[in-house]
């Protein structure tokens, strides 16, 4: 726990990439196997499960530092991170040596069925014998939510670094749904067998988006195009008469899309697809305010699968008859796909391919991008014929061409403080449009502004604040941005009557007064 | 009639017709301490501590200003005065006011630790006390300052060890002095940018120093190296920076309590240093006054307020215009 809380220290000190790697890749060799396996648990976002909830925790805490409820409240809200606000105000510095990191976290996890006074007494222990940034680190892990600006990439290189296994080898072994309750470092790290292995999908290859200078330098012929759908990216994996759906974050996701289960018994064994989830009515593709409704519900009804049915649109074919065939490039994979397709496809299953285009000149894809909204998805993608499937987010052989935002001229209404880095200043934002004389909610909004225009809007908000709800202000509505996003969709949940997708600040309008703003009418003529 | 009131210009001693930190220019200004939210330019005449007049005359110039001692009273018009040290920064002082056995304190800034170079805080009692509340929150609370010199240098000395330059940034008036007088000399020389060196010169009069060295056009960056530089923060990211070489970036203020501060300055290195009062120092300031009245003017006041109504209290809030709602205000100086 002591070298744990330590190395997040340094994380957390330093902005230099290589320096943290450095930090990380020492921990994990001069680290207790068992630890270091539970440090990559942590940074590729695999925790225990919470013992306690937070109200408790802050009970407790309030109740330790002998301040009021509300005082305790207001100060969490001020410092944004209820893990840090409890390590600040209880002022103790432990004495004796913190448990290791691996039996703090089986702690944590026994802790689970036990009273509430049993857990009270234990976290109460570790709060008054830990240290500042121990404390802060074990809130941490009760909480959930690390961070510290160390994403699983880093991890990952680091790790290859201290036990000298390549990146991409690695970053595959990590995937998928794994414990340090139930497997150690060598069974998944350093010798992992690939029988116990039947359900791990392959680490996601992501696209960046297109940068102008590809479409001078780049011929299109080596290109192949496609729309890019907007719905869940997700990887179907059928091995030894089971099936696995797993999303992008690595979470499995089979059981909340029943409807994919058919395919286990129409495709060979071995075989895993790479595609997108999408709503698929009627021959009709859906948006992606009704996907949520069916990745939000705990249970999957009858109905709702009956409503709002989900096919598994496939562009990539990532293994075939137990083969790995990422080192192949994209065309053959592609006939590959196809093959797979026309073999064993019939017009019921769930299962699609993304239609192929191949252009000859760069204006030819401009048309197919003004497509987009026809063909219901969110611009292209255009991705190297001659490219293997590669890891994470790697420059050059993906990318993705978004059709541009919509914009709507909207007001700010309310504020509220940021977390982390941007604790302490005004940086999340709602605003409004203009309906019937009054001003209506219809989106929040994070990010878009300059360090230097957030300074200045956090100024502007502290001194217009009409109104407070805790960390929320109301503000005195004066001020109008253009805000862009890329969906829209008629909606129930919303005030408003409409949800955008990916709404953000795209400029500060001060050439605009309040009474310039659109109206709801005018954000409603955008619906397709 | 309340002895001080809350006006437009300022605080303001309608039976004295004088100012206490006014923000706009007035005939008589008694001012707290020299930074530049309490000491605005454009009054008449200015009166403040002693060691406090050459440090207004740096930063405003040729002005009309009068000097007296710690304790020592003067009347204007029946009103009693007189300055009392407030520890936040080298001349800085708490303005007492009294009138018909009334008495009122203003505080200006304070804090209640040690720093080496101002003159100690002292309680004085009154009726009603009219206090900062920068870190009015009960997560600041400071360790010992000793703890974090030591951490400064061993810092500088590890720089040194890798042929790196310290760059150690804080406020020109108060903070670089403090952590000057801190600094171990035996580790390197200790260099400066122009805002730290002036205003250090103007303090050396009356504080010892470790010797200093103002970098000028004709400075290397040989000679620099392993050495430590003091700087205000905004020169973080500036050219004047780069002309340094490698350096290591170290920040000491009271807001590094926070880690998203320390993550957003993005400093190599954050050092929890403050001359306000912490949570229980403010708490223990009030209560050797002996007051009754509180009144908040900068900070947390109103969470400040309401805690102090909370333990017996009859306190309030004042708006006035000495910054510190945020940390970034602080560096904008």
């Not at chain 1, 590809?214 to 059928?238: C, S, T």
């Amino acid at each position: 726990m002591r070298r744990f809380a330590a190395l997040i220290e340094t994380l957390d000190a330093t902005n230099k990439t290589n320096k943290k790697v450095e930090a990380l890749s020492l921990y994990f060799q001069n680290t207790p196997k068992k630890d270091a396996l539970w440090a990559v648990a942590l940074l590729s976002h695999r925790r225990p499960s919470r013992p306690v909830t937070t109200t408790l925790m802050r009970t407790w805490a309030a109740e330790l530092a002998a301040l009021p409820e509300w005082l305790f409240e207001e100060t969490y809200h001020i410092v944004g991170d209820l893990a840090e606000t409890i390590a600040l105000l209880i002022q103790k510095e432990g004495s004796g040596a913190p448990p290791s990191l691996s039996l703090c976290i089986e702690n944590i996890i026994a802790l689970k069925p036990k009273t509430e006074q049993e857990k009270k007494d234990y976290i109460l222990n570790q709060w008054q014998n830990l240290n500042h940034f121990e404390r802060f680190v074990f809130n941490k892990i009760l909480t959930g939510g690390f961070r510290i600006g160390v994403s699983q990439k880093l991890m990952t290189r680091a790790l290859s670094k201290a036990v000298a296994i390549d990146e991409t080898i690695l970053a595959h072994r990590l995937m998928g749904q794994w414990s340090p309750q139930t497997t150690t470092f060598d069974q998944l790290i350093l010798h992992p067998n690939p029988e116990d292995q039947i359900s791990q999908p392959y680490p996601f290859f992501l696209a960046h988006p297109v940068e102008d200078p590809f479409f001078n330098k780049e011929n299109p012929q080596k290109w192949h195009v496609e729309h890019k759908w907007d719905g869940m990216r997700a990887q179907l994996i059928l091995r030894k008469g089971k099936h696995f759906l797993w999303s992008r974050g690595e979470e499995l996701i089979t059981d909340k899309f029943p409807e994919l289960e058919v395919l286990k018994n129409k495709l060979p064994e071995g075989t895993v697809i790479d595609g997108e989830l999408i709503p698929f009515n009627e021959n009709i593709i859906g948006n992606f305010q009704e996907l949520q409704k069916r990745i939000g519900r705990k249970t999957v009804s009858q109905k709702l699968l009956k409503d709002i049915p989900i096919v598994l649109m496939a562009y990539d074919l990532l293994e075939l008859d137990g083969l790995d065939l990422r080192p192949l490039p994209l065309s053959e994979r592609q006939e590959k796909l196809t093959k797979l397709c026309q073999e064993n496809c019939s017009p019921n299953l769930p299962l699609l391919q993304s239609k192929i285009y191949h252009f000859s000149d760069w204006e030819a894809v401009r048309a197919e991008r003004e497509k987009a909204d026809e063909k219901r998805s969110e611009g292209l993608m255009i991705k190297n014929k001659e490219a293997p499937y590669g890891v994470g987010r790697k420059k050059g052989s993906w990318w993705k061409w978004k059709s541009d935002p919509k914009n709507i001229d909207a007001v700010l209404t309310y504020a509220m403080r940021g977390h982390g880095r941007r604790t302490n200043l005004y940086t999340d934002y709602t605003f409004a449009l203009w309906h019937k004389g009054a001003l209506v909610t219809f989106a929040k909004a994070y990010s878009g502004l300059t360090d230097a225009e957030i300074k200045k809007l956090d100024q502007f908000i502290k001194q217009n604040t009409l109104d407070r709800f805790g960390p929320v202000r109301q503000v005195k509505p004066a001020l109008v941005f253009e805000i862009a996003f890329e969906g829209i969709a008629p909606s129930s949940r919303h005030k408003s009557g409409i949800a955008v997708r990916f709404p953000r600040i795209s400029r500060w309008r001060h050439d605009k007064k309040l009474e310039d703003a659109n109206s709801l009418d005018d954000l409603k003529k955008l619906l397709p | 009639m309340p002895l001080l009131e809350f006006t437009s210009k300022g605080i303001y001693c309608k039976q004295a017709d004088v100012y206490l930190d006014p923000w706009r220019g007035v005939d008589k200004a008694l001012v707290s301490h020299g930074h530049s939210d309490h000491a605005r330019w454009g009054s008449q005449h200015y009166i403040t501590q002693e060691i406090n007049v050459p440090v207004l005359k740096h930063r405003l110039g040729s002005i009309s200003v009068s000097g007296k001692k710690y304790n020592e009273t003067f009347t204007i018009n029946g009103v009693q005065f007189s300055f009392h040290p407030a520890g936040h920064v080298p001349g800085s002082s708490q303005i007492r006011a009294e009138h018909k056995g009334e008495i009122w304190v203003f505080t200006g800034d304070y804090k209640t630790q040690s720093d080496g170079i101002s003159t100690e805080f002292e309680p004085v009692p009154c009726h009603t006390f009219i206090t900062e509340s920068t870190f009015g929150l009960p997560v600041f609370q400071w360790e010992n300052p000793r703890q974090v010199h030591e951490q400064i240098n061993q810092w500088w000395a590890a720089n040194q060890a890798e042929k790196t330059t310290s760059l150690l940034m804080g406020y020109s008036l108060g903070k670089v002095q403090r952590l000057l007088k801190h600094l171990d000399p035996s580790i390197g020389k200790i260099f400066t940018h122009g805002a730290s060196e002036h205003m250090t010169q103007v303090l050396r009069q009356f504080i010892d120093f470790p010797e200093t060295e103002l970098i000028t056009r004709d400075t290397t960056k040989k000679q620099i190296e392993g050495n430590l530089v003091l700087a205000p923060p905004a020169v973080l990211g500036s050219a004047w920076v780069k002309k340094l070489g490698v350096v290591a970036t170290g920040y000491a203020s009271g807001w590094m309590a926070f880690r998203g501060a320390r993550r957003r300055r993005a400093v190599d290195r954050a050092f929890v240093l403050s001359d306000h009062a912490d949570w229980k120092g403010l708490l223990s300031a009030i209560k050797a006054t002996g007051c009754e009245n509180v009144i908040t003017t900068h900070g947390y006041t109103e969470i400040f307020a309401q805690y102090l109504n909370e333990q017996g209290w009859n306190a309030k809030t004042q708006k006035t215009q000495y910054e510190s709602e945020t940390e970034e205000k602080a560096l904008a100086e």
